[in-house]
């Protein structure tokens, strides 16, 4: 479970200390989704720089020029790709015709080898998965609304996306993974993260938590595009890939209370439901617990919710088996 981040400071609105600390602040706050890399795309002297290293978050010195002012950020929990080898991690840079750009992902994606072969894409030595993605855009003449479409609809997985070009555009591809993006139109800045805790968290400590700005909405097939000069424009993806995993992978409490153990099996051992293991044992969650949630009815979505609550798996588990032994034993 990784966590993108990122600054659009259109209107120049801070200076570049006070951007090096949103970001150091930003992802500090995002280590709770990985620490085994972090990685900051920016654009300087026209041209494409992305600093990245197998570090935690709080051990990394960005030192951003003075006219960069839309940074896009990544930290990484390894999946796919060893975190030492530096260039399986976070962001990738690319190039889609004629235009450079760097890319950032958060989640899984299931059919990175599949999409290689069959496309007889070129061998990487890249062993991230994210890096199809890449892959898919460089195939493309244009970098576009167009051609990110096209690379999203051919995903199979979890994913929310981005992508900064050298034009200074920051697309956002908002799959099923999450995602809060925060607009400061007084101000002239946009901020974003992976999740609204995240968000909300370095906003306190940053003291902007009292300023109005708007909140976002992405969903999931959305495809954001924010210019240099802070104009917002969108078009869409078609989900279907997504909506059919989404479907298979639905929790039914009458098709689970009813199947054999074998049966769900399967669900259980789901990308979804495996990267919400890994993230929930890093941070000291038993699988065991994990299970104990799904199986109750909370979503993959519910239980993600929660690690990010303080005690909130362990009251939540509580509430289960009181129920659980308040009904006899039965549930």
């Given at each position: ?111 990175d080898e599949k999409l290689r072969k069959d ?213």
């Amino acid at each position: 479970m990784c966590a993108i981040f990122g600054l659009i400071d259109y209107r120049n609105y801070f200076t570049k200390h006070q951007r090096e600390k949103v970001l150091k602040v930003l992802s500090k706050e995002c280590e709770v989704r990985g620490t085994d890399a972090t990685g900051f795309a920016y654009i300087h002297d026209g041209r494409l720089s992305v600093f990245k290293r197998p570090l935690a978050a709080h051990k990394m010195r960005l030192r951003l020029p003075l006219e960069s002012n839309i940074v896009m950020g990544h930290t990484r929990m390894a999946t796919q790709g060893n975190k030492f080898e530096n260039y399986n991690n976070h962001p990738f840079s690319g190039m889609c015709g004629s235009m450079p750009f760097a890319l950032a992902h958060n989640g899984v994606l299931h059919n990175d080898e599949k999409l290689r072969k069959d496309l007889k894409l070129p061998a990487t030595r890249i062993a991230t998965d994210s890096y199809i993605a890449v892959q898919l855009l460089e195939q493309k003449d244009t970098l576009d609304f167009d051609s990110i479409a096209q690379m999203a609809e051919q995903l199979e997985g979890s994913f929310t996306i981005t992508v900064l070009d050298v034009a200074k555009n920051l697309y956002f591809i908002k799959g099923d993974n999450p995602l809060a993006l925060y607009h400061f139109e007084r101000e002239g800045f946009y901020i974003y993260a992976s999740t609204a805790a995240i968000l909300d968290c370095a906003l306190i400590t940053l003291g902007l938590v009292t300023k109005f700005y708007a909140e976002i909405d992405a969903k999931c097939g959305d495809i954001l595009r924010i210019s240099p000069d802070g104009e917002l424009t969108s078009a869409k993806f078609n989900t279907a890939k997504l909506d059919a995993l989404d479907y298979y992978y639905s929790y039914r409490p009458y098709w689970w209370t009813h199947a054999e153990p074998e049966d769900y099996a399967e669900w259980f051992e789901s990308a979804a439901v495996k990267e919400l293991k890994q993230f929930a044992s890093y941070i000291g969650v038993s699988e065991k617990d994990i299970d104990l949630l799904l199986e109750y009815g909370y979503t993959v979505d519910d239980v993600e919710d929660l690690l990010y609550i303080p005690e909130g798996v362990e009251t939540a588990v509580e509430e289960i088996l009181c129920e659980y032994a308040y009904c006899g034993g039965e549930w």
